[in-house]
């Protein structure tokens, strides 16, 4: 199984962007797609989750201002991230807790995609 993220970039505060990312190979289920975000000298913190119900989690941080979505095809997971804030720049990293047959799931790391929220 392989996480693949994109849609990073430098963007002025108040701005908007949109993550992607796509989960590819042996994939029986989705149990739960994840954003976590790390900034330098901070620990990597959870920024938005969505579970296979279609149950979302945000940080309070981004409450209001990101939004978690799966694409039609659902191995794809977006972030939607609005209203930016220099706060906000960190590498993000798409996570997923995926199901490989009906006993086993495993938890897999896309590579991380940068946001930078600066004028």
């Known amino acids: 199984v392989q996480l693949q993220a994109s849609g990073g970039g430098l963007v002025q505060p108040g701005g908007s962007l949109r993550l992607s990312c796509v989960a590819s190979?042996?994939?029986?289920?989705?149990?739960?797609m994840a954003w976590y975000r790390q900034a330098p000298g901070k620990q990597r913190e959870l920024v938005a989750a969505?579970?296979?119900?279609?149950?979302?989690n945000y940080a309070d941080s981004v409450k209001g201002r990101f939004t978690i979505s799966r694409g039609g095809n659902k191995n794809t997971v977006y972030l939607q991230m609005a209203s930016l804030k220099p706060e906000d720049t960190a590498v993000y990293y798409c996570?997923?807790?995926?199901?490989?047959?009906?006993?086993?799931?495993?938890?897999?790391w896309g590579q991380g995609t940068q946001v930078t929220v600066s004028s």
């Open positions: 996570n997923a807790d995926i199901s490989t047959n009906y006993h086993l799931s495993y938890n897999f």
């Open positions: 190979g042996s994939i029986f289920s989705i149990n739960v």
């Open positions: 969505l579970t296979g119900g279609g149950s979302t």
